[in-house]
């Protein structure tokens, strides 16, 4: 009498561990890029929350608020002179609109994208 085969061979759990451990080790390498995301969202809601009501708002004041808030929460990249602070009508528009690029193995990397916009009412 002839026994089947139960559970999954040594091939199957190759099939099985490779793309999990290549997801795994991609979140892994991703989640410093998203903690910069966060700091970086966190500081343009502060920032237009801080200048709301505000008459003289210009963009030397909000990129030296943000500096400030860059410089406490130790963001790098992207810089303050590249976020965007532009007038719409009564209201300011801080935006930043950026790349990031994570290096995972070999020639493979992955290039995120983030735009993030706050309005200073």
């Known amino acids: 009498m ?3 085969q139960r559970g999954v061979t040594f091939i199957g759990w190759l099939f099985l ?3 999990i451990g290549l997801l795994l080790y991609s979140a ?6 998203y903690l910069n995301y966060m700091a970086i969202s966190k500081a343009l809601t502060q920032v237009a929350a801080e200048h709301k ?3 003289q ?7 030296s608020s943000l500096q400030s808030r860059w410089d406490v929460e130790g963001i790098n990249y992207p810089e ?13 528009q801080l935006e930043a609109n950026y790349e990031d690029e994570v290096h995972l193995f070999a020639n493979i990397s992955l290039l995120v994208h983030f735009d ?5 009412e």
Do not use: F
Not at 57 to 63: E, Q, Y
């Open 2 to 4: 002839r026994h089947k």
């Open 17 to 19: 561990l490779i793309p």
């Open 28 to 33: 892994i390498r991703l989640t410093p890029v």
């Open 53 to 55: 009501g505000e008459q």
């Open 57 to 63: 708002v210009n963009p030397a004041t909000v990129r």
């Open 80 to 92: 303050v002179k590249t976020i965007g602070v532009t007038r719409e009508g009564d209201k300011w």
């Open 116 to 120: 993030k916009k706050a309005v200073v």
